[in-house]
């Protein structure tokens, strides 16, 4: 299957992506690409080092000719996010990503392909490997645990760059250059409760929310997808005086918008028509609601084993009226770039079992003082309803510098190249650069890359044509890169 992949052009790129897709690289599981990424290094006789977080730093002098050049730091992260569709059964501990080509795009076999951000790590391993590009002296920048926590950019320390320019190759348009991105804090809810015995005279029912897009909870929370956890609790709510919850399981990562969530739950023999009635008008209004973003949602109600236990009254109806209560979504719009996003939140986990609740969040924004106005919010809601709210893992955004040289060229190029002009945007993702400006502030930072849709989910698509366009645009960057001072 992945032999396909390795035909494409650019070939070099396709095939360090096949090479690097190989190797389970999930969020904090990063050892075995760590290691995959130091051998190469070492295998191209190039200055390869690990610092003590566990980012890879390789670096090559300039090609012949390009010594005067400025140094250069490219930059992009090992890990990936781990998604499947539950009917894939797939080990992303043991197995490497399977890829196919479709229309024009590469894809994965039910899972996420790692695109965001293995193209840019393959566009790296190219250039490095390379006898024949023309570029300064570059120190490659290989990140970890970007996915969830910015873990390696947080831990690299000041002195292992000397690079005056910083390419990012983590931006998912091709027609845009990003030059500011959101920060983000986790926020971890948690609860006990008590179980009792479920009522006699009960009979179980499995509620599953399935087939939603889903997608990045940064790129994607403006298009008002489908929350999977947001729709159950909808459901549970709108019944709560007829049933008695058992379980809940639904989402998975906090960067990534929940596409599936399923319950266990109890409904008294009496009121299970009056149940099923009111059941059914929610799921057809939720489906019309959604049908445009969400065509594919699908919603079942099926007799299951009656569970043994399920939660208090008290403590249902505290957990449903809470989570109704956390805010989903845009929070805020920008009023400094139209059009972006400046806070969110994605509730992306919600786990009931075993007289424990946790409730994972994701807020972002790209000013501070509001990211924590929201990530307040949701702790005063949870808090009022006694669950204990923990904020960790806080990384800032990235302040756009609308006057940066290297924008310059960046748009210069791009707009000799394709004849047109391209968007110079901040984004409501998390990318690297505001982070390591923390330790490395006189850097001129950018960040660009190929087409990439559906990232966080199992629909993750890179387009060919795209990464080709890519390709063919670092490398005149490369070139183009201004001389010291």
């Known amino acids: 299957m992945n032999e396909d992949i390795r035909a494409l052009e650019p070939n070099e790129l396709w095939n360090n992506f096949a090479d690097l897709n190989a190797v389970p690289r999930g969020s904090k599981k990063e050892e075995k690409v760590i290691q995959f990424m130091v051998d190469f290094g070492k295998k191209l006789n190039l200055e390869t080092v690990v610092d003590h977080v566990g980012n890879v730093i390789i670096k090559k002098p300039a090609s012949k000719g ?46 996420t392909l790692g695109a965001d951000n293995g193209i840019g790590v393959a566009a790296i391993m190219s250039v ?92 994607d929370i403006h298009k008002g997808l489908g929350n999977a956890n947001k729709i159950m609790n909808r459901l549970l709510y709108v019944s709560q005086e007829l049933i008695r919850i058992s379980e809940i399981n639904g989402g998975s990562l906090r960067n990534a918008i929940p596409r599936e969530s399923f ?33 594919n949602i699908n919603i079942s109600i099926t007799e299951t084993d009656t569970p043994k236990k399920v939660m208090t009254t008290i403590s249902q109806i505290t957990l449903l009226n809470t989570i109704y209560a956390a805010h989903n979504g845009v929070y805020r719009m920008s009023n400094d770039m139209e059009g972006l996003v400046e806070t969110s939140n994605n509730v992306a986990r919600v786990i009931v079992k075993d007289e424990e609740i946790t409730i994972l969040c994701l807020t972002r924004s790209s000013v501070e003082t509001s990211k924590f106005d929201l990530a307040n919010t949701l702790k005063a809601a949870f808090e009022l309803a006694g669950y204990q709210v923990t904020l960790s893992g806080s990384y800032p955004g990235w302040k756009p510098n609308v006057n940066s040289p290297i924008l310059n060229v960046l748009t210069e190029t791009y ?70 001072n």
Request: proline share 3%; net charge negative.
């Open 263 to 295: 319950a266990i739950i109890s409904v008294y023999n009496a009121k299970k028509e009056s149940f099923l009635k009111k059941i059914i008008k929610a799921v057809n209004e939720i489906k019309q609601e959604f049908k445009k973003v969400d065509p």
């Open 415 to 484: 707009e000799k190249m394709f004849n047109s002009k391209a968007d110079v945007v901040a984004c409501h993702a998390g990318l690297e650069c505001g982070i390591l400006g923390t330790n490395y502030p006189d850097v001129d930072m950018i960040s660009f890359g190929p087409t990439i849709q559906g990232a966080h989910s199992p629909d993750e698509k890179a387009n060919i044509k795209s990464a080709q366009k890519f390709w063919k645009y670092l490398l005149t960057i490369l070139e183009n890169i201004p001389s010291k």
């Open 128 to 219: 490095l490997a390379s006898t024949k590009i023309n570029h300064p002296a570059v120190e490659a920048l290989f990140t970890i645990d970007e996915e969830t926590g910015m873990t390696g950019a947080m831990g690299l320390q000041a002195g292992y760059l000397d690079g005056e320019i910083l390419l990012n190759l983590d931006t998912e348009e091709d027609d845009e250059i990003d030059i500011g991105c959101a920060g983000g804090i986790d926020v971890t809810v948690k609860n006990v409760y008590h179980e009792v015995h479920t009522p006699s005279n009960s009979t179980g029912f499995s509620i599953s929310v399935t087939g939603l897009n889903g997608g990045h909870s940064g790129m």
């Open 66 to 111: 390009m010594e005067n050049r400025k140094t250069i730091v490219m930059q992009s992260h090992l890990d990936m996010v781990h998604q499947k569709n539950s009917d894939t059964v797939f080990d992303f501990d043991t197995e490497g990503i399977k890829m196919k080509v479709e229309d024009g795009w590469v894809r994965a076999d039910g899972t």
